[in-house]
């Protein structure tokens, strides 16, 4: 499946934006879905996560309660909504799906980029203090 990211920009430190992450080429209804982040200078890491239904979310502790994770399947689209932005949020953010059609495993451990199967390219994101 190719995904593509967009919706990042500019933000103050407390305001808010929302990232969408569009598939193309084939249903992401079997597809656990994901963001990561990479930070200038740092490795890539888990953002959030989220199963097929949309009912199992999994975020990283930095973003917990500040960040939403949802999908739309009819739309083809994943959508990684961002409030209360810190500095430390600053990164480049992509998306991305693994193929999981049988035996899904929860998304707590879905963590590791390693797991994923296809990339979108990032969009950049950049708190201002």
Known sequence: ?????SGGGL????????LS?????????YYIMGWFRQASGKEREFVAA????GEDTSYADSVEGRF?????????TVYLQMNSLKPED????????AFRPIHPPSVS???EDNEYDD???GTQVTVSS
Do not use: H
């Open 90 to 97: 600053t990164a480049a953010y992509y998306c991305a799906a």
């Open 68 to 76: 939403t994770i949802s999908r739309d399947n009819a739309r083809m």
């Open 1 to 5: 499946v190719q995904l593509q990211a």
């Open 11 to 18: 933000v103050q430190a407390g305001g808010s934006l929302r």
């Open 109 to 111: 451990t879905m963590k």
């Open 119 to 121: 990339w979108g390219q």
């Open 21 to 29: 992450c569009a598939a193309s080429g084939r249903t992401i209804v």
């Open 50 to 53: 989220i199963n097929w239904s």
